[in-house]
């Protein structure tokens, strides 16, 4: 673990308090594991002193830079921007709030050393309310189940890149949620480690447990554009199959009905649902067929781009 490139990104917004004692604990970790360091806070359009501080910080210290937002464009935004500026061979993600401990460090290396491409941390222990523990539980159990990855702690804001991979990342919205879901559907080796996590002392958390609501149309997308991306015909044409079929089950016991009683029984809801239904089918499958076409132009200009 000799004289390793480390990056270490910090999304800050609105943690004047917390910079500066972040900053010493983390020199005090790394001065034992490497001289080549940086340290990027992402000040995501904070009104409180947060921009002066990390003023002081890097006018104090060269390993430390900033990236100022006008306004706050979400934890997201703010990771991508650093990963951007990142140059470490590792990089580090880890929360502007103290929370996160960076004791963890080496552990997190170790792991890399031994050829994990992502290693995210777990808060095991969770020093956070009731209701955000049980809600996070919550959506930690339905993402690993559809996702198929098996993590107890996606977003953990304490993570660890090969360069790479956190470079590759698409970033936006609440997608820093799903970090995982994407670098495991491109193929990378992920882990978890679980990471000492302490009760914030300054400032206020940025997530209620409303937030999940959002961060749910976000897996959506995100299962869309992993998964299904590749074969939207798959995706849109199963669903539209359904539809489809019980369109047409519905309207062949119409015409039963018609033929055999000389009216349809007064079941009109159910024709118009079947109707309906054969509709919706023909769009969805549509639909995936657009879908394929824009796949295959997309294929033609990235070809080269998926060698390992
Ligand atoms: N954060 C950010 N932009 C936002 C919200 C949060 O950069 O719009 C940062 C925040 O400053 C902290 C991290 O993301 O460093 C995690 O936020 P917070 O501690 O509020 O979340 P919690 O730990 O309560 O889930
Ligand atoms: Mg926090």
């Given at each position: 673990?000799?004289?390793?490139?480390?990056?270490i990104?910090?999304?800050?917004?609105?943690?004047?308090?917390?910079?500066?004692f972040?900053?010493?604990?983390?020199?005090?970790?790394l001065?034992n594991?490497?001289?080549?360091?940086?340290?990027?806070?992402?000040?995501?359009?904070?009104?409180?002193?947060?921009k002066?501080?990390?003023?002081?910080l890097?006018?104090?210290?060269?390993?430390?830079?900033?990236?100022h937002?006008?306004?706050?464009?979400?934890?997201?935004?703010?990771?991508s921007a650093?990963?951007?500026?990142?140059?470490?061979?590792?990089?580090?993600?880890?929360?502007?709030?103290?929370?996160?401990?960076?004791?963890?460090?080496?552990?997190?290396?170790?792991?890399?050393?031994?050829?994990?491409?992502?290693?995210?941390?777990?808060?095991?222990?969770?020093?956070?309310?009731?209701?955000?523990?049980?809600?996070?539980?919550?959506?930690?159990?339905?993402?690993?189940?559809?996702?198929?990855?098996?993590?107890?702690?996606?977003?953990?804001?304490?993570?660890?890149?090969?360069?790479?991979?956190?470079?590759?990342?698409?970033?936006?919205?609440?997608?820093?949620?799903?970090?995982?879901?994407?670098?495991?559907?491109?193929?990378?080796?992920?882990t978890e480690?679980?990471?000492?996590?302490?009760?914030?002392?300054?400032?206020?958390?940025?997530?209620?447990?409303?937030?999940?609501?959002?961060?749910?149309?976000?897996?959506?997308?995100?299962?869309?554009?992993?998964?299904y991306?590749?074969?939207?015909?798959?995706?849109?044409?199963?669903?539209?199959?359904?539809?489809?079929?019980?369109?047409?089950?519905?309207?062949?016991?119409?015409?039963?009905?018609k033929?055999?009683?000389?009216?349809?029984?007064?079941?009109?809801?159910?024709?118009?649902?079947?109707?309906?239904?054969?509709?919706?089918?023909?769009?969805?499958?549509?639909?995936?067929?657009?879908g394929?076409?824009?796949?295959?132009?997309?294929?033609?200009?990235?070809?080269k781009?998926n060698i390992?």
């Open positions: 673990m000799n004289n390793k490139e480390i990056s990104v910090i999304p800050a917004y609105n943690e004047a308090e917390n910079l500066p972040l900053c010493d604990e983390i020199k005090d970790v001065k594991i490497t001289k080549n360091y940086e340290i990027i806070i992402v000040n995501d359009g904070s009104t409180d002193k947060t002066e501080v990390i003023e002081n890097t006018a104090k210290d060269i390993h430390i830079s900033g990236i937002f006008r306004t706050n464009f979400g934890k997201a935004s703010a990771l650093g990963f951007k500026k990142a140059v470490g061979e590792t990089i580090f993600t880890m929360d502007a709030d103290l929370q996160d401990d960076p004791q963890e460090i080496p552990n997190f290396l170790d792991k890399i050393d031994e050829g994990f491409d992502l290693v995210s941390g777990w808060k095991q222990n969770r020093k956070d309310s009731f209701v955000k523990n049980s809600s996070s539980k919550f959506f930690n159990f339905v993402t690993s189940l559809l996702s198929k990855i098996k993590l107890h702690d996606f977003n953990c804001g304490f993570k660890a890149y090969k360069g790479e991979v956190a470079k590759g990342l698409d970033l936006y919205g609440q997608m820093h949620r799903y970090i995982p879901v994407m670098a495991g559907n491109e193929g990378y080796k992920i480690i679980p990471v000492h996590h302490r009760k914030r002392k300054f400032g206020k958390s940025k997530y209620g447990p409303i937030r999940f609501l959002n961060g749910f149309l976000d897996l959506l997308t995100v299962m869309v554009l992993t998964k991306f590749k074969r939207p015909a798959h995706f849109f044409g199963g669903l539209g199959s359904i539809a489809l079929f019980l369109g047409f089950v519905i309207n062949m016991y119409i015409i039963y009905l033929l055999t009683f000389g009216n349809i029984q007064g079941r009109l809801p159910l024709f118009i649902a079947g109707i309906l239904f054969i509709m919706v089918g023909i769009q969805l499958i549509s639909l995936g067929l657009i394929e076409m824009f796949v295959k132009i997309s294929r033609k200009n990235n070809s781009n390992a």
